[in-house]
């Protein structure tokens, strides 16, 4: 059965398709995200931009994926209804963690910063382009609240569908974007034998320091 412990202690591979070395890095390391991330865009990966969001209410830590919307020397952009659980745990904590894993590089980075909101402009700005259908489903939902039954959201959703038809859909007041501003990064590369490479980028005022660790 796949639910047996042997089972799964068996399940393994090697990893053999790259390495990471300093001499081959960038300095900067959103230079080497935007590497990493347009070989995983241009290969054509399912969800390539998909990362996993970690956040924090008290001491209990939640992930969920998220996908990435934009981003520069800044930071990191996503989007979100506003009264979801993530962004009560934003509002409450604003240390923040992304992973992206990409399997089919065995590769990953983690990247840690502190999460705010973007600009009201550029929440609408996004908004605006989105599928028409995102927009409205955006409204008819009150992300993380409870749901009766699933006929009750497809009932708002054709609602709100009925009230702006013919019309442009606004962006709801309780949705909006985040960006993780960066302190530290790591990058992840598979190797034979578990001889992992990792190389961490940690702020340093304007500047990063680069360092390898241990697998």
């Known amino acids: 059965m796949h639910g047996d412990k042997k089972f799964i202690q068996n399940i393994r591979r090697d990893y053999i398709k790259g390495d990471l070395l300093e001499k081959n890095t960038a300095g900067n390391p959103v230079d080497q995200f935007r590497v990493w991330f347009n070989e995983a865009i241009e290969s054509r990966l399912v969800d390539g931009n998909s990362m996993t969001l970690c956040t924090v209410s008290g001491k209990r830590p939640s992930a969920r994926v ?17 009264g979801s659980q993530k962004s009560k745990e934003i509002e409450s904590s604003p240390e923040g963690c992304l992973l992206f894993y990409w399997a089919e590089f065995e590769r990953q980075i983690r990247i840690n910063g502190i999460i705010q909101k973007v600009s009201r402009q550029e ?27 699933r006929e009750e959201l497809e009932l708002l959703f054709e609602k709100i ?12 007041p309780f949705w909006g974007g985040y960006i993780l501003v960066p302190d530290h990064f790591e990058f992840w ?11 961490v980028y940690e ?11 241990f697998p």
Not at 66 to 82: A, H, I, R
Not at 189 to 199: A, E, W
């Open 66 to 82: 998220v996908l990435l919307k934009s981003f520069d020397e800044s930071g990191f952009v996503f989007y979100t209804n506003y």
């Open 189 to 199: 590369q598979g190797r034979p034998n578990r001889l992992h490479d990792r190389i």
């Open 161 to 172: 569908k009925k009230k702006y038809e013919g019309l442009e859909v606004p962006i709801p």
């Open 123 to 149: 929440s609408a700005d996004y908004f605006a382009t989105r599928p028409r259908d995102s927009q409205i489903g955006a409204w008819a939902s009150s992300q993380s609240e409870l749901l009766s039954r």
């Open 203 to 213: 702020r340093n005022r304007e500047t990063w320091d680069k360092k390898r660790l």
